[in-house]
């Protein structure tokens, strides 16, 4: 994801009984899927509501019959959360089961899915979740980089605890969009209540970091909470240390000192820290030959490709080829 300016949510809402307009009302918000109508041809009558929120689109979808459809590796995390009716999936080959009103679902951005039923009577909310943007906030929840990107369990109950609070307000969003001039129409707001939806799945998700998150680390001192905010939003821009002491308002020894207790590392081995991951995790996003790995490495601020190359390997033990070529 890269960043976006600030800005109102905006809301669309379609409604038809043409496959076809179906087909191209999703693909405009979420994927190119392959619908099948599995039911009563005289009975499909899709309803599609969304709200964009940026780094993540929340929507509801209704079909009237039986349905069939299916798209590739979607690059995104996903979840699904029926509100009436269920649907069954597989993800990469393997059923991952049934999604109902007490359990959703949670899909992986590098597996295809399958909806193998969808019922008749199936009302869903569906969220598609940029990937950047959840790593980054799970970034902030553990203050430090990730050193590998979660695994997130399939399933979440919804029926109570965070994943009950996280559903009701997804939905929430969509409530909305017959409000004039509502909370939503604000990108302050807008903004926060993304931060929140994406924080809030990270803390209501089974994921192999949710222990790290019950026990959050301790405060840092504000200069280094300055310095790491402005890092993470803007990690290409060309620091040195001098710079980074006149963000945080502080001298440099206090800064290195700080940064050392408080995150381990100095400023500018934390600025490289960032600058690898991001790099990562767009090698890992990119199909094959739509990038070069110089190309990635010069966007998020390297310019030696020698000494980068270096780093990443002794940072992911593998090439950035590899990572390119295998991810």
């Known amino acids: 994801m890269t960043e976006t300016a600030h800005r109102a949510a905006e809301f669309s809402r379609y409604a038809t009984r043409s496959v076809e307009e ?31 929120l940026g780094a993540l689109t929340v929507g509801r979808i209704t079909f009237g019959t039986e349905m069939r459809f299916g798209f590739g590796e979607p690059g995104c995390y996903h979840v699904i959360v029926p509100l009436e009716g269920v649907c069954s999936v597989q993800q990469g080959g393997g059923a991952i089961g049934y999604a109902t009103e007490q359990r959703a679902l949670f899909f992986d951005p590098e597996y295809h899915i399958r909806m193998d039923t969808w019922s008749s009577d199936c009302d869903a909310l569906t969220v598609k979740v940029d990937k950047l943007a959840l790593h980054r906030s799970l970034e902030t929840l553990l203050g430090t980089p990730l050193r590998r990107p979660p695994k997130f369990a399939p399933a979440l109950d919804v029926t109570r605890g965070p994943a009950r609070s996280w559903a009701a307000l997804a939905r929430w969003t969509l409530l909305e969009a017959d409000v004039a001039q509502g909370l939503l129409s604000n990108p302050l707001i807008r903004d926060r209540f993304e931060q929140t939806l994406l924080e809030g799945l990270l803390l209501a998700a089974d994921h192999d970091y949710r222990d790290h998150l019950a026990y959050p680390p301790p405060m840092r001192p504000a200069a280094v909470r300055r310095v790491m905010d402005v890092v993470q939003e803007l990690p ?19 800064l290195q000192d700080a940064f050392r207790k408080h995150v381990g590392m100095s400023p500018m081995a934390y600025v490289t820290e960032v600058r690898l991951q991001r790099v990562r995790d767009q090698l890992r996003a990119s199909a094959p030959g739509t990038t070069t790995v110089a190309e990635v490495a010069y966007r998020w601020g390297f310019t030696h490709l020698g000494r980068f190359a270096q780093r990443y390997r002794r940072r992911f033990g593998e090439p950035p080829s590899q990572t390119l070529r295998t991810m």
């Open 22 to 52: 179906t087909h191209d009302s999703i693909a405009a918000h979420y994927y190119d899927a392959r619908l099948v109508v599995m039911g009563e041809r005289a009975d499909f009558s899709n309803r599609l509501d969304v709200a964009d």
């Open 236 to 254: 290409a821009e060309p620091y040195d240390a001098a710079g980074l002491a006149a963000i945080a308002q502080v001298g440099l020894r206090t």
